[in-house]
């Protein structure tokens, strides 16, 4: 059964960092690209970023553009969001998905992807 799982999540101070980690339970059909995904309060979910399998291609929201850095580290099935310079607008809930026939064009669409995490709660406090 493929599985992804975030862990990281927290309660921060605006400024602050996190680093959010997804783990697949090694199940996925590699090679595949990986996104991170966010639902704030009241909102819809939208993309954060996504990397391809071999970490040549990432893509950004324009919002988190120069604050948040994705890599991944394939040995260990985990990619990684590092969020830096955290704003009260960054709380929201985090996913992380995965997907095997994403091209660069489709990295920021929801639809793309087939395997969704359960999601980790970051909250950041002004």
């Known amino acids: 059964q493929v599985r992804l799982a975030e862990s990281g999540g927290g309660l921060v101070q605006a400024g602050g960092s996190l680093r959010l980690s997804c783990v697949d339970s090694?199940?996925?059909?590699?090679?595949?690209?990986t996104g991170w995904f966010r639902r704030g309060p009241g909102k819809e979910r939208e993309f954060v970023a996504a990397?391809?399998?071999?970490?040549?291609?990432?893509d950004y929201a324009n919002s988190v553009r120069g604050r948040f850095t994705i890599s991944r580290d394939t040995a260990k099935n985990t990619v990684y969001l590092q969020m830096a310079s955290l704003e009260p607008e960054d709380t929201a809930v985090y996913y992380c998905?995965?997907?095997?026939?994403?091209?660069?064009?489709?990295?920021?669409?929801?639809?793309?992807?087939?395997?969704w995490g359960q999601g980790t709660q970051v909250t950041v406090s002004s």
């Open positions: 998905a995965a997907g095997t026939t994403i091209i660069s064009s489709t990295m920021t669409r929801e639809e793309a992807y087939a395997y």
């Open positions: 090694g199940r996925v059909v590699r090679p595949y690209t």
């Open positions: 990397i391809n399998w071999s970490g040549t291609d990432t």
